[in-house]
């Protein structure tokens, strides 16, 4: 962050999007088609099902910028520590087809704590120069869409491959700054307030992706297990470092890796309950960022005033639990 002594504080921006809203999110995918048209089989995949509830994200957003020979020269690590509320849409359009669709937003604000590393010596490589800590306020959104083909079906268990959609949102608002130097630079120490906004920090993700999945059927428990690969992800994120009035913007392409496991029990005829884990690894290649600074009154980004290589990762938990309806 590099904030010193004579840093100017800057209105803060809107509150966090969707923060505060009623949100939607979903196991989106719908179970694989079973096999055969009995009371158990329906239980997996029904015509229609709607499902509700909430979820715990966990985990971290971190981009790094430098250049070839002084990488990383900046390091910011953003928690994606948020609850969610949730409802989802699946459905069968064949026996050998299924479709599923989910909203996502958080219901709280705090997400912990932002860190900031900053190695300015390309003398010294490794020495830590500056070092800073923020609160963290996050709001995030998630759209997802899936589609599933059986390719193997048996009595008590399906094998499907599927295509699927991820779009991820997440705006950070960080306050209330500490920072210092462990090299002991003079003129770096900074104490920022609640008040103060320190920097906001917008990411996006677009991931689309390849699936596949194995169900496993047991009286009134299904479980799924699925595994899926992005190799192109796109990426694009928005920096604003209010105490030094600078923006930067840059545009990734990348891979992401998830895994996931979900447990579904019948409760009633039409009614289920559900819960999942769900783990998600975004990783992008070197990329050039947009930076310039502006003035106090204008946070527009002006004429282009420098590049510098940039590089993104996310690493990604999320618990779910609910209750699921089936038509």
């Known amino acids: 962050m590099r904030a010193n002594r004579t840093a100017r504080g800057a209105t803060p921006r809107a509150a966090a999007r969707l923060c505060a809203a009623l949100t939607v999110c979903g196991l989106a995918a719908e179970s694989c088609p079973a096999q055969g048209d009995s009371e158990q089989d329906a239980a997996v995949a029904p015509a229609w099902r709607v499902e509700a509830g909430l979820c715990r994200l966990s985990g971290h957003s971190t981009y790094e910028v430098g250049a070839s020979g002084w990488w990383p020269l900046s390091r910011l690590e953003f928690p994606l520590e948020t609850d969610m509320a949730l409802l989802g849409l699946g459905g069968r359009f064949h026996r050998f087809w299924t479709f599923g669709a989910e909203l996502a937003a958080s219901i709280s604000r705090d997400a912990g704590t932002m860190r900031d590393w900053d190695w300015l010596s390309e003398d010294v490589p490794g020495r830590l120069d500056l070092y800073s800590e923020s609160d963290a ?191």
């Open 137 to 327: 306020e996050l709001a995030a959104f998630t759209l997802e869409f899936v589609c599933r083909r059986a390719l193997r079906r048996h009595e008590a268990w399906t094998v499907c491959g599927g295509l699927g959609y991820l779009y991820q949102s997440f705006g950070w608002r960080c306050t209330d700054v500490h920072q210092w130097s462990p090299s002991g630079l003079a003129g770096f120490d900074y104490e920022g307030t609640p008040e103060e906004t320190a920097l906001t920090y917008d990411a996006r993700y677009h991931i689309p992706y390849l699936e596949a999945t194995a169900a496993f059927r047991r009286a009134r428990l299904a479980l799924e297990a699925g595994a899926a690969y992005a190799p192109l992800v796109l990426a694009e994120d928005e920096d604003d470092h209010r105490l030094r009035g600078i923006l930067c913007r840059t545009d990734a392409r990348g891979v992401a890796l998830r895994g996931r496991l979900n447990a579904r029990v019948r409760l009633t005829e039409h009614l289920f309950l559900f819960a999942g884990l769900d783990a998600l690894f975004i990783a992008t290649g070197q990329a050039p960022s947009r930076c310039a600074v502006y003035a106090a009154d204008d946070q527009t980004l002006p004429q282009e005033a420098w590049r510098i290589a940039h590089r993104l990762d996310s690493t990604q938990g999320r618990a779910t639990a609910g209750l699921s309806a089936v038509f």
